[in-house]
């Protein structure tokens, strides 16, 4: 739990987050809700005080008496995506329970948010301005009974409660207050009835749905086979990772906020509200790892039809929009602030048309797991990542923009190579293990090709470690991953090198500082892209396992890979959840919360918890 005594705007830290398996809300500890992009993750946002206190809305309940101080703390209710936010004062002590119901069949789609007095009396405030369309779109409200509707040109939302309310023609507002015992239903959901009398909620209806929406999560997570060291911090990120799937179709996206900056005041602000191939291939290892296979193979499904899809000789494009279709154009929200002035607001994302090659890779590494572990394929699907590999075969010695959507240029990146030679290394053992048709003397060729390729140019004796591209001699944490593909052996003289020179700190040409890992050197490696950066998390849980895996040789990586693992899991927020990157103050940057953080803290778990075995 987190104790806070603050008045400060929130942090992209200071957030849990709900939601329902379509889209996520973020709740504040102070208790406002001040991101909800409705009715789906890539949806303009209806909420988005996370990126502009006066112009982005917000729905707040909170103590009306912020002025005399308010303890405030916030947590999970244990095993689910219930978020609690209680509030002490010297008066009473009140409960904020916020959750989007999920379980039941054609169950509406609101969010319920109910505040009560667990012990004295409290005085509350509840404030709700949506801003529809991130903000552009104007919306009027009427006070109806029951509640308040709030209508715009391209959506309508209603407000139920018993509360009576107040409105400016923008907001509705209601002051109450409430002795032990007592409590208020407030439910948001889409819709312009008119009247609400139907869906007030006293507290016994809203502990129906509190409880059944318990039950799902608990069942749910029931299914998770890890039983490790760190069991809570596990099944915590694999209740994240389900939040952000996209039930109806099975899609995974990166992280259900856009436009929060990787440095304070900084220009690195990005959409991520959609599904990369790479972030969703690497969720469904994560979560097949502990033992949920339903939505692997629910991905896979919709991974099938986009293939299927994809015409003749086109590369596959490496992110897609939640209906499957194109992300769309990246353009400026120039009226909003942006989080702490991080200008420009982005939402659409540029990337989605750039060439990345690695993305065949992650794809075929989760095909094969999940054809060994889940469900074989169909040989419909294998006919159509047949096609797929004969275009890399094809392409593979182009250059691109790879995993980190540089943009400053394409080059020869060493990551990239090395999965392609993971795609093909991957549909061979794939074919073979099936009897599939194949061109397998092309693609062994091609392989070994590009294996030799990367020993001979991707290698630098001068730094002795893999570099980042042929054409630079700087450093890229994402070459960690060559033990974990199985590229290199973790104990090859070369890749202990690498480790080596990585866990420097940047003064001295590494990339670790305090066992926290950069991606690269912004400094010394130009990427089109003004500004600097924080360290990126994903990296410190791949240098875990690299460590993890030279322990063979070098048994005090082991303990090293421990402590580092451990030290990590000291930067998660109050209820456990991680951003894309570590600031320079320990703070939470990027967009929040983040698969591939999350994903990565699953793998580098298991494959710790088992190489530490019984040693405790």
């Known amino acids: 739990m987190n104790g806070e005594k603050t008045s400060r705007p929130p942090a992209i830290e200071d957030h849990g987050v709900i939601g329902d398996m379509r889209t996520v809300a973020l709740v504040a500890t102070d208790g406002t809700l001040d991101w909800l992009c409705f009715p789906h993750f890539d949806s303009p946002s209806v909420f988005g005080a996370l990126l502009d206190r006066e112009k982005g809305g917000h729905f707040r ?21 219930v978020l609690v936010t209680r509030f002490y004062s010297r008066d009473g002590v009140g409960e904020l329970v916020d959750f989007m119901p999920v379980g039941k069949k054609n169950a509406p789609r609101e969010v319920v948010r109910r505040i009560r007095v667990v012990r004295g009396q409290m005085a509350f405030h509840m404030e709700c301005l949506p801003a529809f369309n991130y903000g552009r ?11 308040a509707s709030f209508l715009s040109e391209t959506l309508s939302l209603s407000l139920a409660t018993s509360m009576k309310l107040e409105t400016d023609g923008q907001r509705v507002t209601a002051r109450f207050s409430l002795h032990e015992g007592q409590s208020v239903v407030f439910s948001l959901r889409e819709g312009a009835p008119e009247s609400c009398h139907e869906r007030v909620m006293g507290h016994e209806a ?94 896979m499904r919709w991974l099938e039809k986009r293939i299927a899809e994809l015409p003749d000789g086109q590369p596959l494009p490496l992110m897609y929009a939640l209906d499957g279709g194109e992300v769309p154009k990246e353009q400026e929200l120039l009226h909003l602030a942006g989080y702490g002035d991080s200008r420009p607001v982005r939402v659409g994302n540029g990337a989605a048309h750039q060439l990345q090659l690695d993305i065949y890779g992650e794809l075929m590494d989760s095909v094969y797991l999940y054809n060994k572990y889940g469900a074989p394929i169909s040989y419909d699907f294998w006919s159509h990542l047949r096609r797929l590999m004969n275009w890399l075969c094809e392409h593979w010695q182009e250059r691109d923009e790879s995993i980190w959507e540089v943009r400053a240029g394409k080059q020869h990146f060493v ?30 060729h091609t392989r070994d090709t590009i294996f030799e390729e990367i020993m001979r140019e991707g290698w630098c004796s001068k730094r002795g470690a893999f570099i980042q591209s042929y054409e630079s001699m700087s450093l ?45 050197d912004v400094e010394a490696t130009p990427d089109g892209v003004l500004g600097r950066e924080g360290t990126f998390n994903l990296c410190t849980f791949w240098l875990v396992e690299a460590m993890t895996r030279a322990r063979v040789t070098r048994p005090d990586l082991l303990d090293e890979a421990r402590l580092t693992f451990e030290r990590m899991l000291g930067y998660a927020n109050h209820v456990g959840l991680f951003a894309e990157q570590t600031g320079p103050s320990g703070e939470a940057l990027g967009n929040f919360p983040q698969a591939l953080t999350h994903l990565s803290l699953i793998s580098a778990a298991y494959n710790l918890d088992r190489a530490l075995g019984h040693r405790d």
């Open 61 to 81: 309940i909170s103590p009306d008496m912020e002025r005399d101080g308010v303890v405030r703390k916030q947590f999970y209710w244990p095993e689910t995506n």
């Open 137 to 147: 779109d104007a919306h009027t409200v009427r006070i109806i009974r029951g509640g």
């Open 206 to 299: 809203s502990e129906v749905l509190f409880r059944s929406t318990v039950d799902y999560w608990r069942h749910w997570l029931a299914k998770c086979s890890y039983t490790g060291r760190w069991r809570e911090t596990v099944q915590r990120s694999a209740l994240v990772l389900k939040l952000m799937t996209f039930e109806p179709s099975g899609a995974i996206v990166a992280a259900p906020t856009c436009s929060l900056p990787e440095f304070p005041g900084g220009m690195r602000n990005w959409d991520y509200r959609y599904v990369w191939i790479r972030d969703a291939a690497f969720t469904v290892y994560a979560l097949m790892r502990i033992g949920f296979h339903e939505e692997a193979g629910a991905f």
């Open 415 to 444: 990551y990239s190579k090395m999965m392609c030679w993971v795609a093909l290394d991957r549909a061979v053992r794939l074919a073979d293990k099936r009897s599939f048709p194949a061109d397998r003397a092309r693609w062994l």
């Open 476 to 520: 890229d944490a994402a070459n960690l991953l060559m033990p974990l593909v199985f590229f290199l052996s973790p104990v090859d003289p070369r890749m202990l090198s690498t480790l080596d020179v990585l866990r420097k700190p940047p003064a001295q040409g590494g990339l670790t500082s305090d066992g926290l890992v950069f991606r690269y």
